[in-house]
């Protein structure tokens, strides 16, 4: 039989993606101390793998497919050897991914990107800050930080940090200061070339692409369903955004009608109240598992 080798990043992502991928209808359970999780699909292989490395196992086709974000990607210099297959944001507490920024002192003499000449920085993201720098004429120490990169700022040993963030909050929490975004990135499902040729891998892998996209698009709307009077019908379909129009039927035997629709998640607070005022009963809202 068939299998498709997938990876699945280890360490912070990894229960968001176990998560994501329990609701597109995969189940996979990590054992302790084993980097091989179970799935329910036989058709699948999974390994846990940094983010970090991701892309090298998928280029050189160690795995099929994985998932990473496009900062390790560049990093590891595999833009041309992967196939980028979807975007896939799905962190908790941030719908725009991250970005890496350029992080100084409070009280730093450094203002630009153009004040780092004859400096010292360290990042995780060793390759592609030398490049960003080089790419500009500047000269600048670039060195590997193997963690607590936000400290070295902090104690001296460094003059500035690119460190990767989603809000901002820990960065100024330790006294440090934005200077400039440097590389924005979220996860993205990345493919082996080979794979990608394979007709069975191919298939495999758009499947769960779909899958994964879709429930990444049901995070973001509810149903809604109702009962509303028929005389009222008309302006109660008005406030409705939805997918394509809200389906509407006859309640047995009643001049009522029953109204089903899908809107944004966002707009539901405001929405419901507009919908009671206008005769809407009966309100209900539910989450949906996907959206294709």
């Given amino acids: 039989m068939s299998c498709l080798k997938l990876g699945l990043p280890k360490g912070s992502l990894e229960q968001s993606t176990t998560e994501l991928f329990a609701q597109a209808g995969w189940n996979i359970v990590s054992r302790t101390r084993n980097y091989f999780p179970v799935v329910d699909d036989v058709?699948?292989?999974?390994?846990?793998v940094r983010s970090q490395e991701m892309a090298l196992y998928v280029a050189n086709g160690t795995l099929d497919l994985?998932?990473?974000?496009l900062d390790w990607i560049i990093e590891q210099e595999c833009q041309d050897r992967v196939i980028e297959v979807c975007d896939l944001v799905y962190s908790k507490s941030s719908n725009q991914g991250c970005r890496w920024v350029l992080v100084v002192p409070q009280q730093s003499s450094i203002q630009s990107?153009?004040?780092l000449n004859g400096k010292k920085i360290a990042t995780e993201l060793v390759n592609f800050t030398r490049n960003y720098l080089s790419q500009r004429g500047i000269h600048a120490e670039v060195e590997f930080s193997w963690g607590a990169t936000e400290a070295k700022v902090v104690e001296g040993l460094v003059d500035a940090a690119v460190e990767i963030t989603e809000t901002g909050s820990t960065i100024r929490a330790h006294g440090l200061r934005i200077v400039c975004d440097l590389l924005q990135t979220h996860t993205r499902l990345i493919a082996n070339p080979q794979a990608w040729l394979d007709p069975w891998k191919k298939e495999k892998i758009d499947q769960i692409a779909l899958l994964l996209r879709a429930s990444l698009d049901a995070r973001h709307k509810v149903?809604?369903?109702m009962?509303?009077?028929a005389d009222r019908i008309d302006p109660i379909v008005a406030l409705l955004p939805s997918l394509r129009a809200p389906?509407?039927?006859h309640l047995y035997k009643t001049d009522w009608l029953a109204v089903e629709t899908v809107v944004d998640r966002a707009l539901v607070r405001d929405l419901l109240p507009r919908l009671q005022q206008a005769g809407a009963q009966g309100i209900l809202e539910y989450d949906l598992q996907k959206v294709i």
């Fill in 223 to 225: 149903a809604l369903k």
């Fill in 227 to 229: 009962n509303v009077p």
């Fill in 66 to 69: 994985g998932l990473t974000g």
């Fill in 43 to 48: 058709e699948l292989q999974c390994t846990l």
């Fill in 113 to 115: 990107i153009n004040d």
């Fill in 247 to 249: 389906t509407v039927s």
